[in-house]
């Protein structure tokens, strides 16, 4: 009996007018399409296509048979897309909560991706300005999933994303930039830091960072968002240590390692076992949350060599 999959190899050798197109859009080999499609005319009773020297064209049974089976297709893609519909896939909304930080690094590659494939349903983002302000809000049932640092304690599923790199931001001209990969941060000791304001779960991590290198950070400017610190430390108002994953592509800023390093895990947590719409999004996080984006990679490996 002709398969779905046998329709799909046949009218996609017809549209791309080639056995080799065929297979390189099919991601299968050559000869796995051809056995294919010599099975489905054993169960039509003849042949289907004529195999020319440089073309491929439908036999009179083909032409018969195309229609049925390109409708086939339109058929198990509408079963497809009700079934999606059914388990809240394609439909309905979305609620996310998360920290500033992740807002700016980590999230945007995930909803690109979770945009094209589920281009339905609706994403209701509520951002916070610290870990605990986060957790908090889940435990009061604002959102179906959050992310950010790591909870602990947290009574359900808790889905790791990776360790988020931590760097110091300096000016193009500082002394100690040229040429450098990392930074002690007892060297920076007597600088007036671009700081965050204390609402902010950053300060605390700078804050706990400058303590275990033996001093306290002194502001010298105090950012409300976290996408001004980076901008504000290549200005010149003094170092910044930031997320890895906040700085934009386009950065004139120069992007050190501090000594001893600073990281921080990232998640994704729910407060019950996730139902397929949460499900779904974890699995997108899974596979396209920039902990460290590429381009911030490049630039740190450029450094160390």
């Not at 304690?153 to 931001?169: I, M, N, Q, R, T």
């Not at 991590?205 to 409300?224: K, M, T, Y």
């Amino acid at each position: 009996m002709a398969t779905l999959r046998q329709f799909e190899y046949l009218v996609t050798v017809v549209d791309t007018g080639s056995f080799t197109r065929a297979a390189e859009l099919l991601h299968v080999t050559q000869p796995a399409l051809s056995h294919q499609v010599r099975a489905l005319e054993r169960d039509a009773g003849g042949p289907l296509l004529e195999r020319l020297p440089r073309a491929v064209r439908l036999t009179p049974m083909g032409r018969a048979m195309l229609p049925h089976a390109r409708a086939a297709l339109a058929d198990a893609e509408r079963a497809r897309s009700a079934a999606r519909q059914a388990s809240g896939l394609e439909s309905g909304e979305l609620q996310l909560a998360t920290v500033y930080s992740a807002s700016l690094g980590v999230l945007p590659p995930v909803l690109r991706a979770w945009r094209k494939d589920h281009a339905g349903v609706h994403i209701r983002l509520f951002e916070h300005r610290h870990g605990d302000e986060l957790k908090a809000a889940m435990a009061a049932g604002q959102a179906d999933i959050a992310v950010g640092p790591a909870p602990s304690d947290w009574d359900g599923p808790v889905h790791a994303l990776g360790v988020e790199e931590f760097v110091v931001v300096l000016p193009p001209d500082d002394p100690l930039a040229g040429g450098a990969t990392s930074v002690e941060l007892a060297m920076l000791a007597d600088r007036g830091w671009v700081h965050y304001s204390p609402e902010n779960g950053l300060a605390e991590v700078l804050d706990r960072a400058c303590a275990s290198a033996g001093f306290q950070a002194r502001a010298a400017v105090r950012a409300e968002q976290t996408a001004a610190a980076p901008m504000l430390a290549a200005a010149g108002l003094g170092p910044a240590l930031v997320p890895a994953n906040i700085i934009p592509r386009q950065f004139d800023g120069e992007l050190l390692r501090p000594d001893p390093p600073v990281h921080r895990t990232l998640a994704a947590y729910t407060r019950h076992s996730p139902d397929p719409l949460t499900s779904a999004f974890v699995d997108t996080l899974a596979r396209k949350a920039a902990v460290l984006p590429d381009h911030v990679r490049r630039r740190l490996a450029a450094i160390s060599r």
